[in-house]
């Protein structure tokens, strides 16, 4: 019963517009999912060979600051960040497995929602447009985005818990559905290296990804795998650094609504969240069939 938006703008001019079309769509998805609501937001990329990392505590007087100077003079480098509500954007020379690790050892309350290079992350509980401007999403400018309200069925109502879910570089998944084989699959991953930080279905779904796109496989040959191995009902729409990818499982009985113009690319559960774009009405709207890849990107604009 969640709800799915994302949004590719193939006009860079409207850059500045996305966090704002983003709210209007995420807030139209409330009734969807009023437990918790999250976005990535792909912005802002990292100077070259530096790391963004989106970190999260609960506490709204959290050292930010103490933490960004610690790993700063740890690791011998320079450090940037930028605090937002309950989240903190973090920019480093690091390499992004040492600031990782430092930050596991010396600041184990803090949740490291996201790695990579423009990846933002930003998710907490209650209703979307509380979160939306908690976390000023109508100010935040971006090439793409895709974004989540959540009803959580099978696990706790967490920050934690919401979604998107980033388990790699750059790199996050939304999903509506269920996996039934969740469980086991999250076993086998975690014995070849991949790290879970809740027992949420979605994130081992991320969490298969990485796993195969580590093996040396494409994207696509990543999401051709999942229609084998992710056992269940789902509606993935997947972020990664140059666009976004959608999926729906071979019975999709999820819902899900693509929707195409010159400037934009849109999807959404519901198409009355799409309805909230301007020029939507002068869209080329589909729905996406089953277990189909649709996948846009910064170097060829495709479906």
Same mark, same amino acid.
């Given at each position: 019963m969640?709800?799915i938006?994302g949004l590719?703008l193939k006009?860079?001019?409207l *850059? ?5 079309r ?5 807030i ?10 999250g976005?990535a937001?792909y912005?802002?990329?990292? /100077? ?7 970190l999260y ?5 959290y050292?930010w600051?103490? +933490? ?5 003079g740890a ?5 940037q960040? #930028?605090?937002?509500?309950?989240h903190f954007v ?5 390499p992004?497995?040492?600031? *990782?690790q ?7 309350d #803090? ?12 998710k ?7 979160v939306a ?22 696990s ?7 979604? /998107?879910?980033?388990t790699g570089?750059d790199?996050? +998944?939304?999903? @509506?559905?269920?996996?039934?084989n969740? @469980?086991? +699959?999250?076993?086998?991953l975690r014995?070849r290296?991949i790290?879970?930080?809740?027992? @949420?279905?979605?994130?081992?779904a991320a ?8 093996q ?5 040959e990543?999401?051709?795998?999942a ?5 269940g009902?789902?509606?993935?729409a997947i972020?990664t650094r140059?666009?976004?990818? #959608? ?9 899900a609504?693509l929707a195409e ?7 959404a559960t519901e198409y ?5 774009l /301007?020029?939507?009405?002068?869209a080329?709207?589909w729905?996406p ?12 604009e495709?479906?």
């Amino acid at each position: 019963m969640c709800g799915i938006v994302g949004l590719y703008l193939k006009d860079d001019a409207l *850059r500045p517009e996305l966090g704002r079309r983003l709210t209007a769509m995420l807030i139209e998805m409330t009734d969807r999912g009023p437990d918790s609501a999250g976005f990535a937001v792909y912005r802002n990329g990292a /100077p070259e060979g530096w790391t963004k990392l989106t970190l999260y505590h609960s506490a709204s007087t959290y050292d930010w600051a103490g +933490l960004q100077d610690g790993l700063a003079g740890a690791l011998d480098t320079t450090c940037q960040g #930028v605090r937002r509500a309950s989240h903190f954007v973090l920019m480093t020379a690091a390499p992004a497995d040492a600031a *990782r690790q430092w930050i596991g050892d010396h600041h184990v309350d #803090v949740r490291i929602m996201s790695v990579g290079e423009s990846i933002e992350i930003y998710k907490e509980k209650g209703l979307p447009m509380v979160v939306a401007a908690r976390f000023e999403l109508e100010t935040l400018s971006g090439s793409h985005a895709i974004g989540h309200t959540r009803m959580a069925t099978e696990s706790a109502v967490t920050t934690e818990h919401s979604h /998107p879910f980033s388990t790699g570089r750059d790199l996050c +998944l939304v999903h @509506n559905g269920s996996l039934s084989n969740h @469980n086991r +699959l999250r076993a086998w991953l975690r014995r070849r290296g991949i790290e879970f930080q809740t027992d @949420n279905d979605s994130e081992v779904a991320a969490g298969y990804l990485t796993y195969c796109l580590g093996q040396g496989a494409s994207l696509k040959e990543a999401l051709e795998a999942a229609l084998k191995d992710l056992d269940g009902f789902f509606t993935f729409a997947i972020g990664t650094r140059d666009g976004f990818a #959608v999926l729906r499982d071979p019975i999709a009985c999820k819902h899900a609504v693509l929707a195409e113009t010159d400037q934009w690319v849109a999807m959404a559960t519901e198409y009355r969240a799409i309805a909230k774009l /301007p020029g939507s009405e002068e869209a080329r709207i589909w729905e996406p069939a089953p277990g189909r890849i649709y996948s846009w990107e910064r170097s060829a604009e495709r479906h």
